[in-house]
């Protein structure tokens, strides 16, 4: 037999070899990061949809009962601009707070939070919204509970002008 052609043929199942386990790697990364990326939920607040977070705090109601607040310092909330957050529970059990930011209908890529807690129900933290090229971009803060009992959640949208 040609030495060439043996040289061949050993060569593409390797490749094939590498090939699969790479794919089988990718697999099993984005199977660990999917839960970090898109949290289970175990109960969804109730936003008021005419609150305006430039005017002030705007309050979310759980149907089981409990409530939060979410505000954004400075009101006018600028992009690339360090912005101070706040969340309020009410009648919730808290074990840590984040924030989501997350383009509306632009993936905007990974941009959560972690507030500290101030006392009993506040939280504070520091935020920034990345730079987009759009004169116009509309957003959602999705705040996230997180207790023993599982992940809760409440989003507010609000737009931003360059």
Request: net charge positive; glycine share 8%.
């Amino acid at each position: 037999m040609d030495v060439r052609r043996l040289r061949h043929l050993g060569v593409a199942p390797l490749w094939l070899v590498l090939g699969l386990l790479l794919a089988l790697l990718l697999a099993v990364a984005a199977y660990k990061v999917w839960p970090i990326l898109h949290p289970p939920l175990t109960h969804v607040a109730v936003a008021d949809p005419d609150c305006d977070l430039r005017s002030g705090p705007c309050w979310a109601r759980f149907p089981d009962g409990g409530s939060i607040s979410f505000g954004i310092q400075p009101s006018d909330i600028p992009i690339v601009t360090p912005l101070t957050l706040s969340v309020r529970a009410r009648g919730l059990e808290v074990g840590a707070v984040e924030v989501d930011f997350a383009g509306v209908d632009m993936d905007m890529g990974f941009n959560r939070v972690r507030l500290s807690q101030r006392q009993a129900g506040d939280y504070q933290g520091q935020g920034m919204l990345p730079v987009c090229v759009r004169d116009r971009m509309i957003w959602e803060a999705r705040v996230l509970i997180h207790s023993a009992a599982g992940i809760r959640a409440a989003s507010y949208r609000f737009e931003t002008r360059r």
